[in-house]
């Protein structure tokens, strides 16, 4: 009976982030059009609000093309290495009080692991994709990683000596007694370093140098498609 009740939980955490996932890429996508005069998403649903539902049914269904001359294993495992350690990492979150997967001590430590693990997949696709402009997205991928995950990593050095702990449910609790009831406030510099770092960690403008597509179509995916271009 525990054990099926993790997998439900399990199941409604997949489901609720990647819901978010689909509808923060149509609110971008909205916004954007929005600020170019344009209207975004407006075919499928009342505004286009199944836009992002038609989008994944949609990815289903299309050819998975793997190039001739790309190692194969690798290439249709790095888009898995990189969900798998998303999601895994999801596991230490706590989202509120009582819900969270797994409460261990080391939760700040597991989702810098884990963040670490899939820019291995990025590289892999990168890699065996057998292209120039891959490979090039890979490598400036891992460049990008391993020149701002130090400054990531030290910027939560201060959160750790105020709370004490690397739990992120201790964490949490501990943030109720500073000032504003979170670590923004007393860690200002340091919350301006993270949000740069996390910026330039998931390729966001204007650390999107690893997918430019005025240079390299689509970067480390350009081999990609289907449901692995999706992921």
């Not at 990593?153 to 979170?182: C, D, P, R, W, Y």
Request: aromatic share 12%; glycine share 8%.
């Amino acid at each position: 009976m525990h054990v099926l009740i993790i997998l439900i939980e399990i199941l409604v955490l997949f489901a609720v982030i990647m819901l978010h996932v689909a509808y923060a890429t149509y609110f971008e996508r909205k916004i954007i059009g929005h600020m170019q005069v344009r209207m975004g998403p407006m075919r499928v649903g009342w505004h286009g609000l199944l836009q992002p539902i038609a989008d994944g049914i949609k990815s289903f269904f299309k050819e998975d093309i793997v190039p001739e001359q790309a190692d194969v294993p690798t290439f249709r495992a790095a888009p898995i290495i990189c969900l798998t350690a998303m999601l895994t990492s999801l596991a230490v979150l706590p989202f509120a009080k009582g819900w969270v997967l797994a409460d261990i001590n080391i939760g700040l430590l597991f989702i810098f692991a884990m963040s670490s693990l899939s820019s291995y997949g990025v590289i892999l696709a990168g890699w065996a994709s057998n292209s120039k402009y891959t490979f090039l997205g890979g490598l400036r991928s891992m460049a990008q990683v391993i020149s701002y995950e130090v400054a990531m990593g030290l910027s939560l050095v201060g959160v750790m000596m105020l709370s004490g702990t690397l739990n992120l449910t201790k964490i949490v609790e501990a943030q109720g007694g500073s000032f504003g009831g979170m670590y923004i406030f007393p860690q200002i510099i340091a919350f301006f370093v993270f949000f740069i770092a996390m910026l330039a960690e998931t390729n966001r403008v204007p650390f999107d140098l690893p997918e430019a597509e005025t240079e390299l179509v689509s970067g480390y995916a350009t081999e990609y498609s289907g449901m692995r271009y999706a992921i």
